[in-house]
């Protein structure tokens, strides 16, 4: 290697050492900025999104109709925008349009393979609780199966498109065995346990049958809760619903309509006039909710931080790949779990 190569090569690792000095030196700052906010207590407004323009209001109207996204996974893990988690942000978007006197309807675009049971819930008795107040329309995109479809449940109207995949209705959970890998390398675990079952989900063992069982109750009161709602919200029987189409099974817009699992299919045009038809505001502008950019939100999805360091863990697989837990309940599609 020669002199200028090696030079250049000096020069690109203090220009990247400068970088690095000058993101933790403005991640301090942020931070530092985010505590000092919370402290001022109870009587901080809750954070609002921008709202951007999709289709300009008729007529002079100063009505609107804002369109909110559920996008990915579906977890308290995920990172929100300006809420802690993306569970917490979409509920703020729900309050936001519920509050607002010029929204008259919600349209909900969902693009997800569902996610967490507790997070599912969740934000389908939020959907739900908005209902109750404004008119709600789902549109689904390319995928709204499982816990996607399990929110969807709680709107006035679902269309989706003939091509998306919904339904799946049905719960999952798994886990690793790596008992022979250990037998392998020579390796065993020593486990002292309170009772019985408390290390049902070890991978260093196998599982028994009583565990099994057991594990297996969980998730059928798991499913019961969802095949319920579906039931109730689509007004189909129940016992129709076990012994057909909430097998598990994922399924076209076409075939969901056909089972009458959603009530129209369409564009996602098609969602914002049934929005202004349920509103009665035909001439309502198209308003989308937006998070507004923070240095601290793009840091969030990169990576992870503690509020007493300066130390940032960049960790690029974050957005490419879905944090799927062993041991923990989901709503999701089998070709989706791990």
């Not at 006197?101 to 569902?114: C, F, M, R, W």
């Not at 908005?130 to 329309?137: C, G, H, L, S, T």
């Not at 129940?238 to 369409?266: F, H, M, P, S, Y």
Request: one cysteine or more.
């Amino acid at each position: 290697m020669n002199n200028k190569n090696v030079g250049c090569l000096g020069i690109g690792m203090i220009v990247l050492l400068i970088l690095s000095l000058l993101l933790n030196f403005i991640f301090v700052i942020a931070n530092t900025t985010t505590v000092a906010s919370s402290a001022i207590g109870a009587s901080a407004r809750l954070p609002k999104f921008e709202e951007g323009l999709i289709l300009p209001a008729k007529d002079g109207s100063n009505d609107k109709i804002a369109v909110l996204s559920l996008r990915g996974l579906i977890s308290n893990f995920e990172p929100g925008a300006i809420g802690e988690t993306m569970v917490e942000d979409l509920k703020l978007q729900l309050n936001q349009a519920v509050e607002d006197s010029k929204v008259k309807a919600i349209v909900l675009q969902i693009d997800s393979p569902g996610g967490e049971v507790t997070a599912s819930d969740t934000i389908y008795n939020a959907v739900a609780r908005a209902r109750e107040k404004k008119p709600v329309v789902v549109y689904m995109g390319s995928l709204a199966a499982s816990g996607g479809y399990y929110v969807a449940c709680g709107a006035k109207w679902l269309i989706a498109h003939d091509s998306t995949f919904t339904g799946s209705i049905g719960v999952i959970m798994q886990t690793f065995n790596y008992q022979e890998l250990m037998g392998k390398v020579g390796l065993s675990t020593v486990v002292i346990k309170s009772g019985k079952m408390k290390d049902m989900l070890s991978g260093s063992r196998q599982m028994t049958d009583e565990e099994k069982e057991y594990l297996q109750g969980m998730i059928m009161q798991t499913y019961g809760k969802f095949v319920g709602i579906v039931a109730k919200e689509r007004n189909l029987s129940e016992d129709q619903l076990r012994n057909g189409i909430a097998d598990g099974r994922v399924v076209t817009g076409r075939d969901a309509l056909a089972a009458k699992l959603i009530d129209q299919l369409g564009e996602v045009e098609d969602a914002y006039e049934k929005a202004r038809e349920l509103g009665k505001a035909a001439g309502a502008a198209i308003v989308r909710y937006e998070a507004p950019f923070k240095l601290g939100r793009l840091l969030r999805l990169l990576g992870k931080s503690d509020a007493h360091t300066t130390k940032i863990e960049v960790d690029l697989t974050r957005a490419l790949l879905p944090k799927i837990e062993a041991g923990r309940l989901y709503y999701l599609p089998d070709f989706y779990a791990p």
